[in-house]
């Protein structure tokens, strides 16, 4: 039996079209605390990632920018995964759609509108641009909730050492 049936891949395409036509939580995000930018120069793609973390929890997550239908819909399904999370969980996340992307083995359970975007690496060309918004978002996290501090001129609200797990 052949897997990739054409309708299930008509359906993935679908559902990828669906996200790249109506993104969701696109748009400026007000008071982020940190905006990270992503290019990616083969396709094209732009992302910008803006997040808003507090207490160890990613309260709001917004993307803009400009890119091809895969990148457009990996970053609207992002957001629809990670949003409201707590940091640690949306690493584990990041770093599970990444290995998945790359064929390596993924703990991660990848179920709803994300499982569309499992196919693409099948096309090591576009695998880059899938996998640019969440890059862009591990940044912007890292940004976020980096000890360093960068340079930047807002104040880091204080820090609650020792969560419980
Ligand atoms: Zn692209």
């Known amino acids: 039996m052949n897997k990739n049936t054409p ?3 008509a359906l993935y395409r679908e559902v990828i079209l ?3 036509r109506h993104p969701r939580n696109f748009g400026a995000l007000e008071g ?19 997040v808003k973390i ?3 929890q990613l309260l709001d997550c917004r993307f803009k920018g400009e890119g ?3 990148c457009m819909a990996s970053a609207s399904m992002m957001t629809e995964e990670v949003l409201g999370k707590p940091v640690k969980d949306v690493n584990e996340i990041i770093e599970g759609f990444r290995a998945l992307l790359k064929g390596e083995e993924c703990p991660l359970a990848v ?13 090591p060309v576009r695998i880059k641009c899938a996998l640019l918004p969440w890059t862009t978002l591990n940044d912007a996290v890292q940004k976020a909730t980096g ?17 419980q797990s």
């Open 111 to 123: 179920e709803g509108d994300l499982e569309s975007l499992v196919g693409v690496r099948n096309f």
């Open 147 to 163: 000890e360093s501090s960068t340079g930047g001129s807002e104040k880091k609200e204080e820090k609650v050492s020792g969560g």
């Open 18 to 20: 669906d996200h790249h």
């Open 54 to 56: 507090q207490n160890h």
């Open 32 to 50: 982020a605390d940190a905006v990270v930018e992503g290019y990616n120069p083969l396709c094209g793609d732009r992302v910008e990632l803006a």
């Open 68 to 70: 091809c239908s895969i």
């Open 7 to 9: 309708a299930l891949d």
